[in-house]
């Protein structure tokens, strides 16, 4: 057996965080990565920087905002899926899936939703509706399968530092949360819970009100496991300096630890 470390991270533009992108790459060398939060242009993208870094890597970016990128170290991740099914006029770039390491990913930025209530907050929901479709299928596959990214939901009031703050927010309303709770009910694995049960852990601190240093943060990065990975759940946690470099993202690199078989294709 061997372990697979598979993290996302919002990264808060690429190219203005990519020297903390690739010192955390070499300090912590995770097998796949899920980045969001790209605001590249696809032609931007430091595609040859990473492969450099050791990481094969595919991308859907857009300019100023948005962009999904999947990395795996030492290989060149397939490519399955770019955006989600379902509306052929989204023009976001905020899904891409790819088979990497003996694993299917699901690399996601979901919609913010603010101001609430809105277009902002429809699209939101309309968005997480396609993909609680699009995860069911992949559930229904059999495949070994982990949905990772910034779901910009925060599941119960454990995850953040103090709901009433937030109360009037897209990422606590019940329409937000009973999406993400319809997503586990197909039987995925929110990992870091899985492992840490009763923790006040978090992945987000926002800029203002000094958040970082207050601990007052947030848990929206997610890496849901498909029910058969579940056994294999060896570790989850948060890359916490990261977030305490100059000029990082205010969000911090997320992972899990699975056990796989030695031969990863």
């Known amino acids: 057996m061997t372990t697979l470390r598979i993290a996302t991270f919002n990264v808060n533009g690429l190219r203005a965080r990519l020297a903390i992108l690739l010192e955390w790459l070499q300090r912590e060398t995770p097998d796949i990565v ?136 897209a990422l606590l309303q019940p329409e937000s949360r009973a999406c993400y709770q319809r997503l586990l009910a197909q039987g995925w694995v929110d990992a870091l819970r899985e492992r840490h049960p009763d923790e006040a852990i978090y992945t987000f601190w926002d800029y203002f009100r000094e958040h970082w240093p207050r601990n007052a943060g947030l848990r929206i990065d997610h890496l849901l496991l498909s029910a058969g990975l579940k056994k294999r759940l060896r570790a989850a946690g948060v890359d916490r300096w990261v977030r305490d470099l100059p000029h990082a993202s205010d969000h911090a690199p997320t992972w899990v630890e699975l056990a796989m078989s030695a031969r990863r294709s």
């Open 34 to 169: 899920c980045l969001q939060e790209l605001k590249t242009a696809d032609a931007q993208f430091p595609a040859d920087t990473l492969r450099d870094a050791g990481y094969g890597v595919i991308w859907h970016g857009q300019a100023a905002w948005n962009g999904v990128a999947i990395l795996a170290k030492g290989m060149q991740p397939l490519e399955v899926r770019r955006g989600l099914p379902g509306d052929a006029q989204d023009s976001h770039s905020r899904y891409l899936e790819a088979a990497a390491h003996g694993v299917i990913v699901g690399c996601l930025y979901l919609p913010n939703g603010n101001p609430q209530p809105g277009p902002k907050f429809d699209y939101k929901l309309a968005w997480f509706e396609r993909l609680i479709a699009h995860a069911a299928d992949l559930h229904a596959s059999g495949h070994p399968v982990v949905l990772a990214g910034d779901y910009n939901v925060v599941p119960t009031d454990l995850d953040i530092y103090n709901p009433r703050s937030w109360h009037k927010d």
